[in-house]
């Protein structure tokens, strides 16, 4: 069965510090890959995508993302956190019109 | 209009009464898609249109729920004898039908069945 993995429910980290919030999937063929953020008491956001080409993918709010084909993995990064990028985070693939998503990690912004 | 429109945004049922739920997609959009989400949790998929194309409606919980998309337009959830397990928001997104484009969100209905 075809699946997105967020191997972490939370994420916290100290406000400046890099975050990096894991996604792996397991889908056939060449599928895009999504990052989208849910603020509280809002819908999703798209943050980024990839596409093809440069394995590094540069969004919205300075996150980025980083694929990795051999381990199937689409990892989300910032070099320095803000208080305000506290929300809920979902990896979605696409490998057809189907949108898989994971489960969500919520990231937690401490000053 | 320039995003997602879903409405209403909040939605209080007593149990065993129906409710309806629209979905304005972005115009010139093809693709729409239906999720639920419970408090903080992850996206449940509930049926997906396409153009004419017939609806993908392997989320749909029961057959208490069922929907409708006019003109390749608008769209309405409906979900029949609404239970309390049936309380979450439910999410509606277009996008175009091109596989790698992104998908765009309404706010979201809040549905609390009581």
């Known amino acids: 069965a075809q699946s997105v993995a967020q191997p972490e429910d939370q994420v916290n980290v100290a406000e400046g510090n890099p975050l990096t919030v894991k996604c792996t999937y397991s889908v056939s063929g060449n599928p895009y890959l999504f990052w989208y953020v ?5 819908g999703l956001q798209f943050l980024l995508k990839y596409i093809t080409g440069d394995n590094l993918v540069k969004g919205s709010y300075g996150f980025e993302a980083e694929f990795n084909k ?9 070099p320095s956190a803000l208080v305000s990028d506290s929300a809920l985070y979902f990896c979605a693939v ?10 969500g990690t919520k990231l937690i912004i401490k000053p | 209009g320039a995003g997602v429109s879903q409405s209403p945004s909040n939605k209080v049922t007593e149990k065993g009464k129906d409710v309806e739920l629209r979905c304005d997609p972005i115009s010139g959009h093809t693709a729409l898609y239906w999720y639920r989400q419970s408090l903080g949790q992850g996206l ?18 029961s057959d208490r729920f069922s929907a409708e998309r006019t003109g390749g337009s608008v769209s309405t959830l409906t979900i029949q004898r609404t239970q309390q397990e049936d309380s979450a928001v439910y999410l509606c997104a277009s996008s175009l039908d091109n596989w790698n484009t992104e998908a765009f969100f309404g706010q979201g209905t809040r549905l609390t069945v009581v």
């Open chain 1, 38 to 42: 849910q603020y509280p008491n809002r």
């Open chain 1, 70 to 78: 051999s381990q199937t993995s689409f990892h989300l990064k910032k």
């Open chain 1, 94 to 103: 696409r490998p057809n019109y189907q949108l898989i998503w994971g489960a």
């Open chain 2, 44 to 61: 449940e998929f509930l049926i997906y249109f396409q153009g004419n194309s017939a609806p993908d409606k392997s989320g749909l919980p």
